[in-house]
């Protein structure tokens, strides 16, 4: 109960006194996630879309695998991606790895398979009801998916917020791809897990609850940007 | 306007799960005005709407109108019987079908607060058109089909559980684009809607057109015995 009372106590002083190495690394966890959340999105949105309007033969086989690979294990993303950027694996030339671009490759594969699955949930739904009526105005396959993430935008925040989530929380493939690196790699996560391993419990747990703060205030501040739950908004 | 009619339906056959829902069906529409499907419940109205519409599989049969077929598709239009709302306002539902035909936005939009006015629903462009009421809906969806000045207008049961109100409206709307040289093609269950819009009926009984004919003398006096009883009100099957 002690440690948990120090977590408070050591969250508060972090934060009111902005300490700079705090910062530093919150900064750094944002950027690196929202950036992996952005690309994720701009491939996993579209991909949902496609699955829902599009029949082919690969469609079910495909819909199962992103599925499955929503429990994809990080540290196995996090190994492959490490073997992929290592010096001497095919990418190595890049010189990515313990970089914060390897991080957010790593990310990337974790959260697409997450956001792409939960949008094609709520597509497949609307495409249900636009159906009749997109094939009877005789649009053209781009038009349907436009009109579909369009359309269904707030749900579809709700598969990118889900994939932020996962992201902004994962330790094991950033550590093993970024490496932890003090002023280069570091991040909320791994920095907690060193302060942990460190025996340091006031000073992780008040890394976590500033890592929690900030993981709300991004969705409040999403939420309200998009001005959902609001009047009537559907 | 596409020169597209008349269109030629021969031997149009839809199945699906091992049951036929019509055909073999032979039809002709050609000329003006409003012709009518009736039938009773499950002879296949909305499925032979469909598949003249081109929205439909056919298992067997040819649906072929006087101009190329992707012209066609661009100058017909298809109200479903329960409308199919977009999650936007209603003006952005209006402009939908001009948008995707690749008209630009300001002139499609324009035309859309024109026919917003037009059914009665200027006050309302702003609004979600999923919190209408069943009528206004219905209104929408009429005139959204009809913005894009199709040759051809299909509707399936444009005033099932509509009022009488409700009900006025969309046949002005209907009788309008009729006189404005559009061909319309709409199927009811409502025999005096019937009897007011149609030019000639098409009286569908399981799956085949059982009788066609002008609309005077087939409401006056209609050929086939089961024609006669449906009209009278019984129940044929």
Partial sequence: MTDLWGGLYAAARLLITLDPDLIEIALRSLRVTLSAL?????????????????????????????????GLPPVVVGLVVYVLLSRAGP?????????????????VIIIVPLVASIAHQSLRELWAEYHDLLISLDTTQRQRIATLLWDGRRSLLTAALAGFG?????????????????????????????????????????????LIALAIAVNLAIHWLSRTERGQQW | MVEMLPLVATGVTVTR?????????????????????????????????????GITRLNAGTVRWACPATQARRAQAFVFQTPVMLRRSVLENLIY????????????????????????????????????????KQKLAIARALIIEPAVLFLDEPSASLDGGATREVETLIETA??????????????????????????????????????????????????????AGDIVE
């Fill in chain 1, 38 to 70: 952005a690309i994720a999105c701009v491939i996993a949105l579209p991909l949902a879309a496609l699955l829902a309007v599009r029949r082919f033969r690969l469609r079910r086989a495909t819909i199962a695998i992103l599925n499955a690979l929503m």
């Fill in chain 1, 91 to 107: 990418l190595g030339v890049l010189g990515l790895l313990f970089t914060p671009t390897a991080m957010i490759i790593a990310q």
């Fill in chain 1, 166 to 210: 996962r992201a902004i929380g994962e330790v094991g493939a950033i550590m093993v791809v970024g490496g932890n690196i003090d002023h280069a790699t570091r991040v909320m996560t791994t920095a907690i897990a060193l302060e942990t391993g460190k025996g340091n419990f006031a000073l992780a747990l008040g890394l976590g609850f500033v």
């Fill in chain 2, 17 to 53: 799960r091992g049951k036929r829902l019509i055909g073999p069906v032979d039809l002709n529409i050609e000329g003006d005005g409003v012709t009518v499907v009736i039938g009773p419940n499950g002879a296949g109205k909305t499925t032979l709407l469909q598949a003249l519409h």
């Fill in chain 2, 97 to 136: 079908p001009l948008r995707a035909g690749g008209m630009a936005r300001k002139a499609a939009l324009a035309l859309g607060r024109e026919w917003c006015g037009r059914i009665g629903l200027g006050a309302a462009e702003g609004r979600p058109a999923t919190v209408l009421s069943r009528g206004e």
């Fill in chain 2, 178 to 231: 009729a006189k404005g040289g559009t061909r319309v093609i709409l199927s009811t269950h409502d025999m005096g809607q019937a009897r007011r819009l149609a030019r000639d009926a098409v009286f569908l009984l399981r799956g085949r057109v059982h009788e066609r004919g002008p609309a005077p003398e087939f409401f006056h006096s209609p050929g086939t015995a089961q024609a006669r009883a449906f009209l």
